[in-house]
């Protein structure tokens, strides 16, 4: 029970530790916006006031739906690691091994240098309706690929293996992509392939926010379940699981919440593979507490990257991709040389 | 009561298990023997649905297998294997907790906690019901497998039988675990709806305590019955390609190579 009590404690700690992140990347930015500002911003939209002033804009149109942005997908990713670890058994799997991000980057790729060459423009929809469309791409030729032929079952070593090499197609492809285009294009394409929450606006906050929310409840569903697979598949199955039922639902939620995301912020790697894996050290790695939990702390570790991206280099700003590799590549090389952790 | 009416299981063109039928009843001490590649574990496997018999079929009391959902097989059937790793580290308490998640969705009920805490004491692992499996000894481990196992069909059936399925559970443990194990196997099977059936290793294991010994030989039932009938010289020589010594003394029987 003192354990139930103490991992409450934390939670409420990292609660704070999240309001805290988000007040001060409210504040804080290529401009400062003064708490009386962010006040009398909220103060003048709910009244509907027609005079709103310059710093009142910028923190409605632009700072606090990035703010937000930031806090959905971090937890998307964190969740979407955790789904991927516990069906891979591996706590250093992250969401992309699947090949999600790297059809996400293609499909906008394409998106950025076809688009502009044969004047194809639908909207605000059409990059992140691209960037889904091939992380949908991708996912389903992995999964597809990965199924053995004779059995029809898909192991975890060979889904794993086929990630890695559909990464690569589609990353190349992506490069392609940057070869051939012209530099605007060209730079356009890099910047979202590290990364960026620039791009924040209440649209794809609204929309990532409905995503987040019904596929982290529907992974909660999955708690138990994907508990008896880190006793193995067969184990699982003699507690009832239906094993190739469940890996579709975890696929499916896990391209789902990646691509959503990722279609709206670029590719940022290494959230969903150590918010999941410092939830775990700090909380236990029951799933029905520790999906919660993870995306608690990918909201967490995503805001500070975020805020860090944006203070370093004040006015301008460093692709959040960055930030989150220089922390996440140490750390990773750091758990995958530690001796508790086992392929 | 576990029925299995000619069944036969081939891969590619080579026959694992070839034309067994074998009845195991409840209130006896079902144990199933032969040498390596003998097929005891594919046998297992077939009992317990996780593969699907090539021809012939499996009965829980009068029903066949394949009309059991998972998840209703999972609340009346569980079965242990040889050894058991676990992925993330959890503890003893959560891990015995999984036994339950057949009975429900959600949190665990009165009833659940119960039936985990006694199997847990069954077991002797209640003190280590906060400690984390991956640093428990080989045999602690065992011992919460067999308690998360037991827990799950912890409480009878409101008709019909429990079912407990081991897959040579007490390969890697000690003399001392193993007759402990074997004891308390005994011990469950006082109650009138447990049937027992496990693959043992070890002959004389199944000599001092197996009710119903099945030995099996290249996939096919070389004998099956009391041990008198079954661990005959002649038997074992067949199967084990080793002349045994059989000695009895005091109603009880030792095996030496």
């Known amino acids: 029970m003192s354990d139930t009590k103490r991992a409450n404690a934390v939670r409420v700690i990292l609660l704070l530790i999240l309001a805290a992140t988000a007040l001060l990347s409210m504040r804080y930015g290529a401009i400062n916006i003064s708490p009386e500002d962010i006040f009398s911003s909220f103060k003048g939209y709910a009244a509907g006031s027609k005079n709103i002033g310059l710093n009142q804009r910028i923190f409605m149109d632009i700072r606090l739906p990035r703010v937000i942005l930031c806090i959905l997908t971090g937890a998307s990713l964190a969740v979407g690691g955790s789904l991927l670890q516990a069906l891979f058994r591996n706590p250093i799997v992250e969401p992309g091994l699947i090949g999600t991000s790297s059809g996400a980057a293609f499909g906008a790729a394409l998106y950025f240098v076809l688009g502009a060459t044969f004047k194809i423009e639908a909207g605000e929809w059409t990059l992140p309706v691209a960037a889904c469309g091939g992380a949908m791409l991708s996912s389903s030729l992995v999964f597809l690929l990965a199924r053995s032929g004779r059995t029809g079952k898909s192991s975890v070593v060979t889904l794993l293996l086929t990630g890695i090499a559909i990464n690569a197609l589609f990353m190349s492809g992506v490069g392609f992509l940057s070869y051939i285009a012209r530099d605007p294009q060209a730079r356009s394409v890099t910047f979202w392939g590290l990364g960026t929450l620039s791009g924040a606006n209440w649209h794809s906050v609204i929309i990532l926010g409905i995503t987040a929310l019904v596929c982290i409840t529907l992974s909660l569903r999955l708690a138990n379940a994907l508990n008896t697979l880190a006793l193995g598949e067969e184990e699982a199955q003699y507690l009832g699981v239906n094993i190739r039922k469940l890996k579709f639902q975890v696929l499916i939620l896990n391209i789902v919440l990646v691509a959503v995301s990722t279609a709206f912020t670029g590719v940022i790697s290494f959230v969903g593979l150590i918010a999941p894996h410092f939830a775990r050290i700090m909380l236990g790695s029951d799933n029905r507490t520790l999906l919660p939990d993870s995306a608690l702390l990918g909201a967490i570790m995503l805001s500070i990257a975020d805020l860090t991206a944006r203070m370093l280099l004040r006015p301008a700003e460093l692709p959040i991709g960055i930030v989150t590799a220089i922390v996440g590549v140490p750390v990773f090389i750091i758990l995958l040389r530690g001796k508790n952790y086992f392929f | ?257």
Not at chain 2, 117 to 136: H, K, N
């Open chain 2, 1 to 257: 009561m576990l029925t299995l009416t000619n069944i036969s299981y081939k891969v590619g063109n080579k026959t694992l298990l070839d034309n067994i039928s074998v009845v195991f009843a409840p209130g006896k001490l079902n144990l199933i023997i032969g040498p390596n590649g003998a097929g005891k574990s594919t046998l297992v496997k077939v009992m317990s649905k996780q593969l699907p018999p090539w021809s012939g079929h499996v009965q829980l009391d009068d029903r066949g297998i394949s009309d059991y959902s998972l998840p209703e097989l999972a609340r009346i059937r569980a079965v242990l294997s040889q050894h058991t790793d676990i992925a993330f580290p959890l503890n003893v308490q959560q891990v015995v907790m999984m036994g339950r998640y057949p009975h429900f969705t959600g949190r665990p009920s009165q009833k659940d906690k119960t039936a985990c805490r006694e199997a847990m004491r069954f077991f002797d692992v209640e003190g280590m019901a906060g400690r984390t499996y991956q640093t428990l000894s080989g045999g602690e481990k065992q011992r919460v497998q067999f308690a998360r196992v037991l827990s799950q069909i912890w409480y009878p059936p409101d008709e019909g039988h429990r079912y407990l399925i081991l897959d040579e559970p007490l390969a890697f443990l000690d003399v001392h675990y193993q007759f402990d194990f074997m004891q308390k196997l005994l011990e469950l099977l006082r109650q009138q709806d447990m049937v027992i059936a496990g693959v043992v290793h070890d002959l004389n294991l199944a000599a001092k305590f197996g009710h119903h010994i099945v030995l099996l030989n290249q996939g096919k039932l070389l004998a099956s019955g009391s041990r008198e009938e079954v661990l005959t010289a002649r038997n074992i020589e067949t199967a084990y390609q080793v002349v045994p010594e059989i000695h009895r003394q005091n109603g009880g029987m030792h095996i030496l190579f």
